[in-house]
Nanobody, 129 residues
Framework: DVQLQASGGGLVQPGGSLRLSCVAS????????MSWFRQAPGKEREAVSC????????YYVDSAKGRFSISRDNAKNTVYLQMNSLIPDDTAIYYC??????????????????????WGQGTLVTVSS
């Protein structure tokens, strides 16, 4: 069965860095786009970053541009989110998700939660001094 195991969250001071990992199993990883979403208290779940199946295209929410970097290692069935220069507003539970149709998302559409059919359990990122 499909599994998405997210890890790497924790408590970090403002300005610090974390790298989130999501290890996938149970499906041909290199045939699916993947994304990271986050949900902060009192806020809607939002797409943070997306990456196409072979890493050819990426998306970042405006607040993450220049600070976050998504990547994937298809040989390891893993998608990463490197988060630098963290700020308190980054505090959220971060979820990895698999695009539900296979292949690559259409440009501008990867932010839609309805596009995804499997979600990881989430990993908590807390940015606080």
């Amino acid at each position: 069965d499909v599994q998405l195991q997210a890890s790497g969250g924790g408590l970090v001071q403002p300005g610090g860095s974390l790298r989130l990992s999501c290890v996938a199993s149970g499906f041909p990883f290199d045939a699916y786009s993947m994304s990271w979403f986050r949900q902060a208290p009192g806020k809607e779940r939002e797409a943070v970053s997306c990456i196409t199946s072979l890493g050819g295209r990426t998306y970042y929410v405006d607040s993450a541009k220049g600070r976050f970097s998504i990547s994937r290692d298809n040989a390891k069935n893993t998608v990463y989110l490197q988060m630098n220069s963290l700020i308190p507003d980054d505090t959220a539970i971060y979820y990895c998700a698999r695009e539900g149709y296979g292949g690559d998302y259409d440009e501008g559409l990867c932010t839609l939660p309805e596009l995804y059919d499997f979600w990881g359990q989430g990993t908590l990122v807390t940015v606080s001094s």
